[in-house]
């Protein structure tokens, strides 16, 4: 429960989930940074879509949440509340967070194509100092995490080395203690670049996420 009286959204509950895992194993969001090295970061911060209304039209704007390592999940939910009650008036509030991009560098940008747009963004990001002070370190969608159609979401255009995908939660047959019991269910995907995280090491944070998501705890330890 929020000190107000409001529960926290699933969200941002699972955001501080993540959050928490990260933090216990650490190498999950490492970013590429030449051949043979990569950095890992101590402070994590998760990039977020926010859908708002934009010229009448719902569209996924990009929220970045920093130090989620640090914040609560009453920190977390405050934030993405502020982020949906933002206005929009220009390409400038496009992002929703604060940024030095002017409003004719961003005009620029959206009205590139989009086989222009990810390349350029690719290359202003290969630093990863530069991707996480404007990116973050870990992409989180929730673009079907609403409605009643089962199935995973794949993200396929990332400069993360990690992407976590909510997918809708359904009422499904599972094995609860040796019997059949009807549960539900969420569906979720974990993409990694196999470039910075090897497979046993992915595996490891994805077993301790579902683990803590399973308990229903936020605890570090």
Same mark, same amino acid.
């Given at each position: 429960? #929020?000190? /107000?009286? /409001? =529960?926290?959204?699933? &969200? ?11 933090? #216990? ?9 030449? *051949?043979? *090295?990569?950095?890992?970061? +101590? $402070?994590? @911060? ?21 130090? &989620?390592?640090?914040?609560?999940? @009453? !920190?977390? =939910? $405050?934030?993405? !509340? ?10 400038? @509030?496009?992002?929703? $967070? ?15 194509? /989009? ?16 991707? *996480?002070?404007?990116?973050? &370190? ?25 992407? %976590? ?5 359904? *009422? ?10 009807? #549960? ?6 974990? &993409?990694?670049?196999? @470039?910075? %995280? !090897? ?7 994805? =077993? ?12 570090? +330890?």
């Amino acid at each position: 429960m #929020r000190g /107000q009286g /409001q =529960q926290v959204s699933f &969200t941002a509950w699972m955001i501080k989930a993540i959050s928490n895992s990260i933090g #216990r194993n650490k190498y999950a969001h490492a970013m590429h940074l030449s *051949k043979n *090295k990569n950095i890992l970061f +101590n $402070n994590i @911060d998760i990039a977020l879509p926010v859908e708002k209304v934009v010229a009448g039209i719902s569209v996924p704007l990009a929220l970045l949440i920093k130090e &989620t390592n640090v914040k609560t999940a @009453d !920190d977390i =939910q $405050n934030e993405i !509340d502020a982020a949906l009650g933002q206005a929009i008036v220009n390409e400038k @509030d496009y992002i929703l $967070n604060k940024h030095s991009l002017s409003k004719a560098s961003l005009n620029m940008y959206y009205r590139m194509p /989009q086989w222009i747009r990810l390349p350029l963004m690719k290359w202003l990001f290969r630093n990863p100092f530069s991707a *996480k002070k404007h990116a973050g &370190t870990v992409m989180v969608t929730t673009v079907n995490a609403t409605g009643s159609s089962a199935g995973w979401i794949l993200p396929t255009r990332t400069m993360h080395s990690i992407a %976590i995908s909510f997918g809708a939660i359904t *009422k499904k047959p599972w094995v609860v203690n040796g019997e059949v019991a009807i #549960r539900d269910i969420l569906h979720l995907t974990v &993409t990694f670049d196999h @470039d910075v %995280i !090897d497979g046993v090491p992915a595996r490891r944070f994805v =077993q301790d996420l579902i683990t803590h998501i399973e308990k229903g705890i936020l605890s570090d +330890n």
